[in-house]
């Protein structure tokens, strides 16, 4: 197993994306630390991951929480003595033109996804620094690299995640530390079924297949770093038009 030894730390890791991610890498022998807001779901999460032989924490935190983060960050090294991956995947959704967008609106996209980043980032670079090694991992979105329409407050939330942890690269390259970044699109994240050869099939990616890359950008050789990835499915994405 390709990181056997290693421990992750996953924001937004009771469901969805961030809980695939957590077996991905489980999968791949790392312990899991998974980071969430307290409550049922967290310890289901933690259970499904455990009842598979990965060896996995329950670290309950508000991202947005730099106190709650800390905590989190040093009840992980309490537990497995280390940090060596951590995947930003904590985030959410909204839509709307413009001039229909709430400053709530704005608030909740722009603190959870983008500052929602910060925390995590400054609490767990400072063990990453003094190991001078390990894998940060941000899950963007394709608005992250192009407009989008009726979401623009969305996508200027992940454009600023991208500016972030691009700048974190550059700080942090010399430290043998690698920063990637993932932009799914279209993802299944309910878990619904959908026909194999079907028309959804072709427009959507199940969080299983994003997970997968993200634990193939984890297990990379320690002297090879992975940029930034797109992942989208063949029927959707971005394409020539005309």
Not at 200 to 225: K, Q
């Amino acid at each position: 197993m390709k990181l056997d030894g290693q421990v992750a730390f996953i924001t937004g890791a009771s469901r969805g994306l961030g809980l695939a991610i957590g077996r991905a890498l489980g999968r791949e022998g790392a312990a899991v630390a998974c980071v969430a807001r307290p409550g049922a779901e967290l310890g289901s999460a933690v259970a499904s991951l455990t009842g598979t032989g990965v060896r996995a924490l329950a670290a309950p935190a508000d991202i947005q929480r730099s106190d709650q983060v800390e905590r989190a960050v040093q009840a992980t090294l309490d537990a497995f003595g280390r940090i060596d991956i951590v995947v930003l995947n904590a985030g959410t959704w909204q839509g709307a033109p413009l001039h229909e967008t709430s400053e709530a609106m704005w608030d909740q996209l722009i603190d959870l996804n983008l500052k929602g980043a910060f925390p995590t980032l400054r609490h767990t670079l400072l063990h990453l620094l003094a190991r001078r090694r390990g894998t940060i991992v941000g899950i963007s979105s394709l608005g992250g690299w192009v407009g989008q329409p009726n979401a623009s407050v969305y996508a200027a939330s992940k454009w600023g995640l991208r500016g972030l942890l691009e700048s974190v690269a550059l700080e942090v390259k010399a430290a043998g530390i690698r920063v990637s970044i993932v932009a799914p699109h279209s993802i299944n994240s309910a878990g619904r079924p959908i026909t194999p050869g079907s028309e959804e099939r072709a427009h959507t990616l199940e969080t299983a297949e994003i997970a997968d890359l993200v634990a193939h950008i984890c297990a990379a050789p320690d002297h090879v770093s992975i940029g930034n990835a797109t992942i989208w499915p063949v029927g959707a994405g971005i394409r020539a038009e005309g």
